[in-house]
């Protein structure tokens, strides 16, 4: 899982895949049909283009139904999908592909996205679970990667100085509490940390770093204290070539363990979604049979 400090996440992604073969052939025979995923995209978005192809992917080999709806690019086009799919039966579990069409507002739509499909965590109903640390909470399968990885590679997490660098709301925000939850000291720097000159600052205390904002070589290589333990979930393109936040050539040399972009957390994200798509239909199956 780790050549040298560099962290594979294809390995890390393959061990959770192997386990989760099994669980949902039983899974779908219990169920009578195949499981069935469906993705969401207004517009036409090629930055995630290879997010929902590697759903496709994983989700054939491990026998589920991946199903893509095209909507237009409007507010209501969104919706009337999002009820659809809602009321459809067959329908398990559903992901909303963004980011979306100017104009359309996402958290309208996600309000309308009961708990019992949202493979994401990003639904009123996790969002709630994941503050106050409810049983059977989803939470979001980027946070929860990053966690993966750190566990899968014995990171003492507990008390730890951790700086996440993007307070998105589907990666640094819900990281920031699953962090708090595990006893580390935790702090969350922004756009306006970089604008009043922090950020270096932040950055050189961290023990554990994360970052997740989407713009290339923001985390210089210098800045890395020795033996912080990187993850990088910034995806970011420079020309033809895809990259991270950090400046990895740079921060490799300083780190303790680093994720590569690609090949880091990406596998270990659509892995853990399809453990989320698992664990919202058994617990459907549970409560039915109670």
């Given at each position: 899982?780790?050549?040298?400090?560099v962290i594979k996440g294809k390995a890390i992604a393959e061990s959770i895949v192997s386990s989760l073969l099994n669980r949902f052939d039983a899974l779908m025979q219990e169920l009578g049909r195949p499981v069935v995923l469906l993705g969401i995209e207004s517009g036409i978005n090629p930055d995630s283009r290879a997010y929902i192809?590697?759903?496709?992917?994983?989700?054939?080999?491990?026998?589920?139904?991946?199903?893509?709806r095209q909507v237009g690019p409007y507010q209501k086009d969104l919706e009337d999908a999002v009820q659809m799919a809602v009321r459809d039966p067959s329908v398990d579990g559903i992901i909303l592909h963004t980011p979306f069409p100017e104009g359309v507002d996402v958290f309208n739509a996600l309000r309308l996205l009961p708990?019992?499909?949202?493979?994401?965590?990003?639904?009123?109903?996790?969002?709630?679970?994941?503050?106050?640390?409810?049983?059977?909470?989803?939470?979001?399968?980027?946070?929860?990667?990053?966690?993966?990885?750190?566990?899968?590679?014995?990171?003492?997490?507990?008390?730890?100085?951790?700086?996440?660098?993007g307070e998105g709301a589907v990666v640094g925000r819900p990281l920031a509490i699953m962090f708090l939850q595990r006893g580390a000291t935790v702090s969350v720097c922004h756009l306006?940390?970089?604008?009043?000159?922090?950020?270096?600052?932040?950055?050189?205390?961290?023990?554990?770093?994360v970052s997740a904002v989407g713009k290339a070589g923001l985390i210089k290589g210098e800045w890395i204290k020795e033996g912080t333990v990187v993850v990088d979930v910034g995806i970011?393109?420079?020309?033809?070539?895809?990259?991270?936040?950090?400046?990895?050539?740079?921060?490799?040399?300083?780190?303790k363990l680093i994720t590569p972009v690609p090949g880091g957390v990406g596998p270990v994200?659509?892995?853990?979604?399809?453990?989320?798509?698992?664990?919202?239909?058994?617990?459907?199956l549970n409560v039915r049979g109670r």
């Open positions: 899982m780790v050549e040298g400090n192809r590697s759903q496709q992917s994983l989700a054939a080999r491990l026998g589920i139904e991946y199903r893509h708990q019992e499909k949202d493979v994401e965590g990003v639904s009123p109903g996790n969002v709630f679970g994941m503050f106050f640390h409810q049983e059977g909470t989803i939470f979001p399968p980027t946070a929860r990667a990053v966690l993966r990885i750190l566990d899968e590679l014995g990171v003492n997490i507990k008390g730890a100085r951790v700086v996440i660098v306006p940390t970089s604008e009043r000159g922090d950020l270096l600052r932040y950055v050189s205390q961290a023990e554990i770093l970011n393109f420079v020309g033809n070539r895809m990259v991270g936040d950090v400046e990895f050539d740079t921060a490799k040399d300083k780190a994200t659509t892995a853990i979604l399809m453990e989320n798509l698992y664990l919202l239909v058994k617990e459907r």
